[in-house]
């Protein structure tokens, strides 16, 4: 296991008495959000680290009383058995300190930016997108995140075959960072009257929103094309250019949004690219940083198999950890927290062996 870092730790506490004194000071409000924000998240850290400092102070205290001679029978026979429990305390505080002082993703605490497009199996696939789309809408609910739709492309059966949505709520992308890539269905479709088993996919995209500080986007490099937006069938849905289409000149991007206000349309488009270009900046910097992301979880490549739904078995599996769940029907409903927190532990094990192999 890496040792604690000590010097992370007194910064940490150091940083967090200033927050407690400036707090107290009665700043403006804005400052104080941002403050209290900062605090908030600083506060389980350094509760955590006191706790260990106290526990390692006992463990001292305990042990010097076992080393002296002149202590008396009744004392040492106390200590012999609290020295244990106290050891045993501080190692489920060092392993939780080891969780809680990993290098954090810069990303994790913003909006997430969800995509959902129907791959190979036609109609079904589409289907199974929209299955895909309601099951993460459901689990946001579970969290009281908001889920709002920028663009959608229907099936002609049901379902998308594009759908793009932005899920607003504390933490929304760390939870949900792992989701990218493509989602298999195995399942006997309505129509087929021979209950022969169908497979197609979906690839599902999870990107950090960004904000206008994080990518900067000029005017020069965009050209933005308004059209009329349409329904299913091809039939017009109002007879203004109210559909936008933005293309990113210097990478290709091509973002579309279809809603009926031009300018919403507009500022979803933006919104959609300059989180695809953020997310671009972020893959370019972790394939410099070697392999972090790509590590126990894959790399959510869009084109990489992660999981794997089985309808008729009831089964989920998921590639990347060898985890099977027979609860399908569950998870399919929202129910997804167990599989997102062995996904997050499996990368935090592999983000500790690696802090562990270093000098």
Do not use: C
């Not at 489920?92 to 605490?109: F, G, H």
């Not at 206008?212 to 069938?233: F, K, L, V």
């Not at 794997?308 to 089964?315: A, E, K, L, S």
Request: no cysteine.
């Amino acid at each position: 296991m890496a040792k604690l870092p000590v010097e992370k730790m007194r910064e940490l506490e150091r940083r967090f008495s200033e927050i407690e004194a400036r707090m107290s000071e009665g700043p403006s409000a804005e400052v104080y959000v941002k403050l209290a924000s900062e605090y908030s998240e600083l506060q389980p850290v350094v509760s955590k680290i006191r706790d260990y400092q106290k526990t390692l102070a006992e463990i001292t205290d305990l042990k010097a009383m076992l080393a002296d001679k002149a202590t008396d029978r009744e004392m040492r026979e106390l200590a012999e058995m609290e020295l244990p429990e106290a050891q045993e305390r501080l190692e489920a505080l060092e392993n939780e300190m080891q969780i809680l002082l990993l290098p954090k993703d810069a990303a994790d605490e913003k909006n997430a930016i969800l995509e959902i497009r129907a791959g190979t199996g036609g109609n079904e696939a589409a289907l199974f997108a929209g299955d895909l789309f309601r099951m993460y809408e459901r689990f946001a609910a579970t969290k009281g995140w908001k889920v709002e739709v920028l663009s959608a492309s229907e099936g002609e059966a049901g379902g998308f075959k594009e759908i793009i949505a932005m899920i607003s709520g504390r933490g929304a992308f760390a939870k949900l960072k792992f989701e990218s890539g493509v989602h298999r269905v195995q399942r006997v479709p309505e129509t087929e009257a021979s209950g022969r088993i169908h497979t197609s996919a979906a690839t599902v995209a999870v990107l950090p929103e960004a904000e206008d500080i994080d990518i900067e986007i000029r005017p020069e490099d965009i050209r933005i094309d308004t059209m009329r937006a349409s329904g299913a069938g091809g039939q017009h849905v109002n007879t203004t250019d109210s559909a936008v289409r933005i293309t990113h000149l210097p990478t290709g991007l091509i973002v579309t949004s279809s809603e009926k206000s031009q300018h919403q349309n507009r500022a979803k488009a933006m919104q959609v690219l300059r989180s695809r270009l953020y997310d671009i900046e972020r893959q370019k910097a972790d394939s410099e940083r070697s392999a972090d992301r790509r590590s126990q979880v894959g790399s959510g490549d869009r084109s990489e198999r992660i999981r794997t739904y089985n309808f008729p078995q009831g089964r989920l599996t998921d590639h990347r950890i060898n985890l099977t769940l027979y609860k399908l029907d569950r998870m399919i409903e929202g129910e997804l927290d167990e599989l997102l927190d062995a996904l997050i532990a499996d990368y935090q094990a592999g983000q500790l062996a690696r802090l562990g192999d270093q000098p």
